[in-house]
């Protein structure tokens, strides 16, 4: 099982497009290892940023569930509902198992153990990390150009960044200065 899983990590991190054609990544484990690839990653994400600040490693892990759910619902309505090809057929337990595996290559912030790093390979990460979302996109989907599957993750991380900086300046709002 652990060298299953490894596989689809190894495979997801090269962004190996035949991954998300393959009818074994979407087997009866799959949704489990693509759970588990979203809260390592949450993990990974927050002891990296514990090197800059205070971080709450049991919190990220949560979140990162809540950020998967999120993912998948918003690639399921914008690339299934409202902007599909013929050939598109997907269930949306297909686009959380895609997701899931599309976040491998934010497990290389565990390796984060400098400050001065922490930035560049988040960065560097997240970009990968979109890559490996645009490429899954693209093959789950069945769409014909990685420009419509660039699309889909445009419009849902603008969704998600919108809704996340209207939450954040809420916050802020809220808080009374002396």
Do not use: C
């Amino acid at each position: 099982m652990f060298e299953d899983f490894s596989k689809v990590i190894f495979r997801s991190i090269r962004l190996d497009k035949s991954l998300y054609k393959d009818p074994n990544t979407f087997g009866e484990l799959s949704i489990y290892y693509a759970g588990l690839i979203m809260v390592l990653d949450g993990v990974a994400g927050s002891i990296a940023l514990s090197t800059l600040y205070k971080t709450n490693i049991i919190f990220s892990g949560v979140t990162s569930l809540l950020s998967w759910m999120v993912w998948g619902v918003l690639i399921y309505v914008i690339g299934i509902k409202l902007f599909p090809d013929p050939s598109t057929n997907a269930n949306f337990k297909k686009i959380l198992i895609m997701v899931g595996l599309a976040h491998a290559p934010g497990l290389f912030r565990f390796f984060v153990f400098m400050p001065s790093l922490v930035v560049p390979i988040v960065f560097l990460t997240q970009f990968w990390i979109f890559a490996s979302l645009i490429i899954g996109v693209r093959e789950t989907l069945n769409f014909k150009s990685n420009f419509k599957s660039a699309g889909v993750i445009i419009i849902a991380f603008l969704i998600i960044s919108i809704v996340s900086l209207s939450f954040v300046m809420d916050k802020i709002n809220t808080i009374s200065i002396n």
